[in-house]
Nanobody, 120 residues
Framework: QVQLVESGGGLVQAGGSLRLSCTTSRSIFNIITMGWYRQPPGKQRGLVAS???????NYADSVKGRFTISRDNAKNTVYLQMNNLKPEDTAAYYC??????????????WGQGTQVTVSS
């Protein structure tokens, strides 16, 4: 049974930084691509950054140059360092397998997420 636990969100002023962490219980963590997704209020959830098992990374245009994704396979943990935050980065942030999330039965599995709020 997969388990995803996100942490590190909070309230920050524009221009500030936050570091998100996500720990998973899956034993296959070190061979899969992981990603950070976000869901702004009233909008759909989307992938913003991903990292392969070999640590190759990919970013959405909106966060390139500001966000950095990394992973520690020994700890089954993926991180998202977010710098120069903007109000439009306000969202609930989730980690999951990328680009296709983990599934449980017929449904995508998501953790509880962590809220990031950026004030102007």
């Amino acid at each position: 049974q997969v388990q995803l636990v996100e942490s590190g969100g909070g309230l920050v002023q524009a221009g500030g930084s936050l570091r998100l962490s996500c720990t998973t219980s899956r034993s296959i963590f070190n061979i899969i691509t992981m990603g950070w997704y976000r869901q702004p209020p009233g909008k759909q959830r989307g992938l913003v950054a991903s990292i392969t098992s070999g640590s190759s990374t990919n970013y959405a245009d909106s966060v390139k140059g500001r966000f950095t994704i990394s992973r520690d396979n020994a700890k089954n943990t993926v991180y998202l360092q977010m710098n120069n935050l903007k109000p439009e980065d306000t969202a609930a942030y989730y980690c999951n397998k990328a680009p296709v999330p983990f599934r449980v039965g017929r449904d995508d599995y998501w953790g509880q997420g962590t809220q990031v709020t950026v004030s102007s």
